[in-house]
């Protein structure tokens, strides 16, 4: 399998090389040349494969032999032995029109651990290979980060350095990233948004002769590994509850903020998995919502919510459905790309915005309704919903009719968002992991929010 760039002005490249380029050089994202067709009876054939086992298969056809079945073998056990369910990603029924995937059961307790710490991995394989060194630079609204650390902490030939913002994360994020003590991590608390973090990682990372001298990866969801990883659980929930019989066409709800995992929804949809409604869920930073349901992509004001790591403006993998939506036209989405960078938005024509509400039915949901989803839920079922899958599971309630069958995704352990879970007045016990964190000592250097202060940091470090 070879990756091209959504722009179109980058030769070709293998599975490996895709993954290191991280962003393309041209600015676009990467995207596999041809989307690989799953039909009905390769998916039949899938339904007694362990998580671990279906991951391999669906990783083979993007990777094709590039690495050895034996060592992508070992990649994928050794990423998926570190969760704590031996389903890796198991659904839960809630009631007859509602089931949640529970994405947590990772490292980190939330659902980035099961792309990073695939790709932590793959960067170690890849550093033993080549005999170099890799230096990770990402930005993260919190969870990334931590998940990112955790997937590469204390490995040989890998030095990792993570951006949040500053006082914008929740407590246990912030410790799950900072009190890791490991010299190869380095934690900068930057004065300024999640948007402004990625933006300098953006403008970092196109900066080629800089990326180049530091042989630069990404970990961030512009990364198409980490889209390929998040396919396999649409897969996996869909296959477990057919195998419970379950024959209803199946609605995933995904609560998004840089469109990375519902896209890897709509691969999936693409590769022929059968999804019904594919629900996209913001929290009230809704700029995805609104491109849905009005045809317009534009940045709004910034929202502090429950739900901080969707409070996101500018979704990076948002162009990758572009390119998609235009026919996998690189032109179109230089042109459009183009356009939003000068004009600062994309206004889809209304002959095809037909198109993207058949693909995505999108709600945002308001900061009140999601702490009241939350409430609701554990009255009514005793299952606690964190506020990313509250967003997912009042979205689902909005936009699904009484005989529908959906799997909301839950992207998070509720014990990572305490502090709006307590508005609700729900007490919660954390589990042990959690718990241990508090009074470690933390390592995080504070910084302003100038791609100069951070170059001159990240010069001290590599
Ligand atoms: C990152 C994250 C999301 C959003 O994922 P995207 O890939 O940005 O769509 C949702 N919930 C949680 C808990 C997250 O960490």
Redesign the pocket.
């Known amino acids: 399998m070879e990756y091209i760039s959504t722009r179109g002005q980058v030769a070709p490249l293998g599975f490996i090389d895709a993954i290191l380029m991280g962003l393309a050089d041209d600015g676009g994202l990467l995207v596999p040349m041809a989307v690989p067709q799953v039909d009905a009876a390769t998916l039949q054939a899938w339904g007694k494969l362990t998580y671990a086992e279906l991951a391999l298969e669906i990783f083979t056809l993007y990777i094709g032999d590039e690495i050895p079945k034996d060592e992508l073998q070992r990649l994928v056990e050794d990423s998926y032995g570190t969760f704590r369910d031996a389903d890796v990603t198991p659904v839960r029924r809630i009631n007859n029109g509602l089931y949640v995937l529970e994405l947590f059961h990772g490292p980190t307790f ?3 651990d099961i792309a990073l710490q695939f790709l932590g991995n793959l960067y170690a394989y890849v550093s033993k290979q080549t005999n170099s060194i890799i230096h990770i630079l990402g930005a993260t ?4 980060g931590a998940s990112a650390i955790e997937g590469v902490r204390g490995k040989e030939g890998i030095r990792i350095c993570i951006l949040h913002p500053s006082g914008k994360v929740s407590k246990v994020q912030e410790l799950q990233m900072t009190t890791v003590d490991d010299a190869n991590v380095l934690n900068l608390a930057v004065d300024g948004t999640f948007d402004d973090c990625q933006r300098i990682i953006k403008e970092l990372f196109a900066d080629v002769a800089f990326k180049h001298k530091y042989h630069l990866r990404a970990i961030n ?1 512009i990364n198409i590994a980490r889209i390929l990883a ?1 396919t396999v659980y649409y897969f996996y929930a869909y296959l477990q509850l057919a195998q419970q019989g379950q024959s209803e066409r199946m609605n995933f709800s ?10 890897a929804g709509y691969l999936a949809k693409r590769m022929g998995l059968p999804i019904g409604k594919l629900i996209l869920a913001t929290n009230e930073n809704n700029i995805l919502e609104r491109f849905v349901n009005e045809g317009v992509y534009q940045p709004g004001e910034f929202r502090g919510t429950h ?1 901080p ?2 409070d ?1 403006q500018v ?1 990076s ?1 948002f162009e990758r459905y572009l390119y998609y939506l235009y026919g996998e036209d690189p032109v179109e989405v230089s042109r459009l790309m183009g356009q939003f960078t000068t004009e600062g938005s994309i206004v889809i024509p209304s002959d095809r915005i037909g198109q993207v509400q058949a693909d995505f039915a999108a709600y945002g949901v308001k900061n009140d309704e999601c702490l009241d989803t939350i409430g609701d839920y554990f009255a009514k079922y005793d299952y606690l919903l ?1 506020p ?2 509250a967003c997912g599971v009042a979205a689902s309630d909005r936009l699904t009719e009484e005989g529908e069958v959906t799997v909301a995704l839950s ?2 352990h509720p014990a ?1 968002f305490d502090e709006s879970i307590r508005l609700r007045g729900i007490e919660q016990t954390y589990p042990e992991q959690i718990g241990a964190l508090f009074g470690k000592p933390q390592h995080q250097k504070q910084v302003g929010g100038s791609n100069a202060a951070i170059k001159a940091e990240l010069e001290r470090f590599f």
């Open positions: 939330a659902f980035k609204s919190g969870d990334t969801s998040q995904v609560p998004t903020g840089n469109f990375g995992d519902i896209f739900s790591s969707m996101i979704a993998n964190d990313h899958t992207t998070a990572k």
